[in-house]
């Protein structure tokens, strides 16, 4: 067992703790888009000064800071469908008892104060100076950290509804 993996060895039905950490990770991703755009920025001007660069050099790094936002943009939007993809099936698979229905919904509670306090920090973190020029750059990062509560609530009751509909699929309830 991998080291770091060895506290979820024998857990089950961890689909609340699974989405607080998507949360974290799509932050991160987030984040390392718009670092590695300002980073890429930075780059593109300096070989553009640069007058010992060759005008294909030129050419090709220009073509990459063009490219960048729409790419990574896509990959996000991506990345949240596939997630939620992986979430709905995740859930299906689970085996649960109706009553903890009630349980369930209080545990996205906390995934959905958990997506606010996300925003806040992604916020106050995109608003600085050094990064609010590149906000255009990225719509479908900003509309989704504009609609995070939206998204989760979504994708939230999406996996409950496939958790507790798959007892009806399956021929009955317990």
């Known amino acids: 067992m991998i080291l770091g993996f060895k506290l979820f060895k024998h857990k089950k039905g961890n689909i609340i703790l699974d989405m607080i950490l ?97 925003n806040n920090v992604w916020y106050d973190t995109i608003t600085d100076d050094d990064f609010s020029i590149y906000q255009t750059n990225f719509p479908i990062i900003m509309w989704y950290f504009d609609n995070i509560l939206a998204v989760w609530i979504v994708i939230s009751c999406s996996c409950l509804v496939t958790l507790f509909a798959k007892s009806r699929l399956e021929g009955g309830g317990y």
């Open 22 to 118: 998507a949360l974290v990770i799509i932050m991160v991703f987030a984040f390392s888009i718009f670092f590695g755009y300002k980073l890429l920025d930075e780059v593109n001007t300096s070989f553009q000064a640069d007058a010992d660069m060759s005008t294909e050099a030129k050419a090709t790094i220009s073509n990459y800071h063009a490219v960048y936002p729409s790419n990574w943009d896509a990959s996000f939007l991506m990345f949240i469908i596939l997630l939620w993809v992986f979430f709905l099936v995740s859930t299906f698979f689970l085996d649960s008892h109706p009553i903890f229905f009630i349980i369930f919904l209080i545990l996205i509670i906390f995934v959905l104060i958990t997506s606010m306090v996300i």
